[in-house]
């Protein structure tokens, strides 16, 4: 076997929160090929999840589809605990499921805003609980949480979403605190703007153009250069780097 054979997460198992499609579907399909069990969960798209899955079996890879509304307490609980049930460890959780939806705060009603703060911090906090007793029972583990370069510079319309990762930001940073000396590390990534369902739902042709010109590299980012960095702070590599954020972002965040 050579070097570029080697597959850095053999034998290891993974849990990709919303991992049907776009960024979560880029991550659980790279974990995959670099040998690891994957488990992603999804909330409704059950075809994209399917369709996911037999990719996956076709390519021989191990990953396996469970539906799940992480943010619910209860939900993302039994997720974690049958992904721990079946496999038998938990290497590394990628809390990567989330929610975008527009609304001024002037128009934002109660539910909105907990609806998703439910999917983008509470789902972080609840997935990773949850994962902390078996990652701690084995010795070790990763934590990856997906934000976003709205949790760090605001985003008008967003504020909830804004909020949400900005929270997200400040709790890896803690959890991180908390268990490191147990052997696990908690980072994150920061997207800047990725050409999945997410950004390009209803975005027109003026709203590309706008991207282009304000993002340094002129282009929007792929879910795949996404799951590299994801990929990059649960292995070996990122060994030293704890409560770490990691811009991906074409430069946005640069100064
Ligand atoms: P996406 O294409 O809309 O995919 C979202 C995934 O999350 C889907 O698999 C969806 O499942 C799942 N999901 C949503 N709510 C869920 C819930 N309550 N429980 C379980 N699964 C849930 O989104 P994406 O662009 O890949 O975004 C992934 C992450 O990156 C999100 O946290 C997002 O905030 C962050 N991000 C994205 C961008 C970007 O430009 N794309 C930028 C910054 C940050 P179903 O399909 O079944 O609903």
């Given at each position: 076997m050579t070097d570029l054979d080697a597959k850095t997460f053999a034998g290891q198992v993974v849990l990709v929160t919303g991992g049907s499609r776009g960024i979560g579907r880029?991550?659980?399909?790279?974990?995959?090929?670099?040998g690891a069990t994957v488990t992603f969960c999804y909330h409704s798209d059950h075809a994209a999840a399917q369709q996911l899955c037999d990719e996956g079996n076709q390519a021989g890879l191990r990953i396996t589809a469970r539906q799940?509304?992480?943010?619910?307490?209860?939900?993302?609980?039994?997720?974690v605990q049958q992904t721990v049930a079946?496999?038998?460890?938990?290497?590394?959780?990628?809390?990567?499921?989330?929610?975008?939806?527009?609304?001024p705060v002037l128009e934002m009603s109660d539910a909105e805003w907990?609806?998703?703060?439910?999917?983008?911090?509470?789902?972080?906090?609840?997935?990773?609980?949850?994962?902390?007793?078996?990652?701690?029972?084995?010795?070790?583990?990763?934590?990856?949480?997906?934000?976003?370069?709205?949790?760090k510079r605001g985003s008008a319309n967003h504020a909830h979403y804004a909020a949400a990762k900005g929270g997200v930001l400040a709790f890896t940073r803690s959890l991180a605190r908390e268990v490191i000396d147990r052997g696990i590390r908690v980072n994150a990534v920061c997207p800047g703007r990725i050409a999945t369902d997410l950004l390009l739902d209803g975005a027109d042709d003026a709203e590309h153009a706008r991207w282009r010109a304000d993002t340094p590299i002129r282009r929007l980012g792929t879910p795949d250069e996404l799951a590299a960095a994801v990929l990059f702070l649960a292995g070996p590599a990122a060994s030293y780097i704890v409560g770490e954020t990691l811009d991906v972002d074409g430069g946005l965040l640069m100064d």
């Open positions: 880029a991550v659980t399909l790279a974990f995959a090929r670099q799940a509304d992480v943010s619910r307490a209860d939900e993302a609980a039994a997720l079946a496999a038998g460890r938990l290497d590394v959780l990628v809390n990567n499921a989330g929610i975008f939806l527009a609304r907990n609806q998703v703060l439910h999917a983008n911090l509470s789902s972080v906090f609840y997935c990773s609980r949850a994962a902390l007793p078996a990652m701690i029972a084995q010795g070790g583990g990763a934590i990856v949480n997906i934000a976003s370069i709205a949790g």
